[in-house]
């Protein structure tokens, strides 16, 4: 089952712009976590996250937060490429962990999108990919920012990486919201494990 969706039309050459609501039970009115997608752009598009797609998000979540009565459903944020704050989280940052045998290429051009997500109360984390041989998360200025595992056979590859994937589990049913993730590889190794957020 597929949960993606084509975007608002305005935003338009992005199209995987939009919201997945996750739900603690069928009962429940109000999320738990909602999952925002972003679209940087690759292949015959221009990659950068446009200005419009900002707007966009920064509209949607005030919106949300008035539809739900004031709470600020905590968020997670994927888009493919990442923001050039990556680059400064892993050179400047104490808080790492996971693999970065890889270079960082961000977007071509930084719209503020990393200001404007930080601006966010709801927002935890960024999930990006886009550099194959990283799989590294770094706490920057309180939003945590995490690569995923290069999961096919496609595009370059590393020597001696395996490949994997970027499992995140969310425990919103104890006393305390929490994020956590790992990488669990092809070979079923879970490696580089963490807590992203708890409150």
Not at 172 to 193: P, Q
Request: glycine share 10%; proline share 3%.
């Amino acid at each position: 089952m597929s949960y993606s969706q084509l975007g608002p039309e305005n935003l338009r050459p992005a199209v995987s712009v939009y919201v997945v609501d996750v739900f603690a039970n069928q009962s429940a009115t109000v999320p738990s976590i909602q999952l925002v997608h972003l679209d940087s752009g690759g292949g015959s598009m221009i990659e950068e996250v446009y200005p419009a797609q900002i707007e966009w998000l920064n509209k949607t979540l005030k919106e949300r937060r008035e539809r739900f009565g004031g709470i600020a459903v905590q968020t997670l944020v994927f888009v493919h490429i990442p923001v050039e704050e990556f680059q400064e989280a892993s050179s400047s940052s104490n808080k790492c962990f996971g693999d970065h045998d890889d270079g960082i290429t961000p977007t071509i051009k930084n719209n503020g999108l990393f200001q404007a997500l930080r601006s966010q109360e709801e927002v935890r984390a960024v999930f990006v990919g886009h550099d194959h041989c990283n799989d590294f998360c770094c706490s920057y200025e309180d939003i945590e920012l995490c690569f995923g595992r290069h999961s096919g056979w496609g595009g370059y590859q590393c020597d001696g990486y395996v490949q994997g994937w970027r499992v995140i589990e969310v425990d919103a049913l104890s006393a305390s919201f929490e994020v956590s993730t790992y990488v669990r590889l092809v070979n079923g190794t879970k490696i580089h494990s963490g807590v992203l957020y708890r409150n």
